[in-house]
């Protein structure tokens, strides 16, 4: 069974940094690309970054570009999101997705981690 | 980069109605275009995908179609457990937007 658990969200101050963590299991982590979508309180999704199977290519949502990074470790079948300088705006729940085929999205995803920016 | 917009963004229906979403893209996406339901509290759940491909497990009335830039979402006979918010996809290229979401209730 295909499982995403993510963790290390929380209260962090505007400017301020955060390392989001995906764990894997019931895949091959490996073979697919993943992405982290994102859901502010009470609106609607947004897609914030991307990044191949073999961890050479990554997309990044115009809004987060140059202060985001997502990364992947597929020895220990995880997936990252470094972000850093903070703002109000990224106040959301961060979903990691795992891609249905090539990069396309798909069918699983994860039960989400709680980002709150707030001083 | 492609917008994606949705109509309507809300609409009340009994059971057993037909229910119908548009999801319009800004420019042509093939058939690149997933359909997604989410309840309350809970991630988002693929059903469509391809535009008019059923995930796998997913009941028959729900359905997809359309190509190009216009795109229809179809449940065709509106159940209880449907009451959720109903986005649409695109992955034409690698930024991956969603549509704004139309929530769907029930008379």
């Known amino acids: 069974e295909v499982q995403l658990v993510e963790s290390g969200g929380g209260l962090v101050q505007p400017g301020g940094s955060l390392r989001l963590s995906c764990s894997a299991s019931?895949?091959?982590?490996?073979?697919?690309?993943m992405h982290w979508v994102r859901q502010a309180p009470g609106k609607g999704l947004e897609y914030v970054s991307a990044?191949?199977?073999?961890?050479?290519?990554?997309y990044y949502a115009d809004s987060v570009k140059g202060r985001f990074t997502i990364s992947r470790d597929n020895s220990k079948n995880t997936l990252y999101l470094q972000m850093s300088s903070l703002r109000a705006e990224d106040t959301a729940v961060y979903y990691c997705v795992k891609a249905r085929i090539t990069m396309i999205p798909g069918g699983y995803w994860g039960q989400g981690t709680l980002v709150t920016v707030s001083s | 980069d492609i917008q994606m917009t949705q109509s309507p963004s809300s609409l009340s229906a009994f059971v057993g109605d037909r229910v119908t979403i548009t999801c319009q893209a800004s420019q042509d996406i093939s058939n690149y275009l997933n359909w997604y339901q989410q309840k309350p509290g809970k991630a988002p759940k693929l059903l469509i995908y391809?535009?008019?491909n059923l995930e796998t497990g997913v009941p028959s009335r729900f359905s997809g179609s359309g190509s190009g830039t216009d795109f229809t979402f179809t449940i065709s006979s509106l159940q209880p457990e449907d009451i959720a918010t109903y986005y649409c996809?695109?992955?034409?290229?690698?930024?991956?937007?969603f549509g704004p979401g139309t929530k769907v209730d029930i008379k």
């Open positions: 996809q695109q992955y034409d290229n690698l930024l991956f937007t």
């Open positions: 019931g895949f091959t982590f490996s073979s697919y690309a």
């Open positions: 391809d535009a008019s």
């Open positions: 990044i191949s199977s073999n961890g050479v290519s990554t």
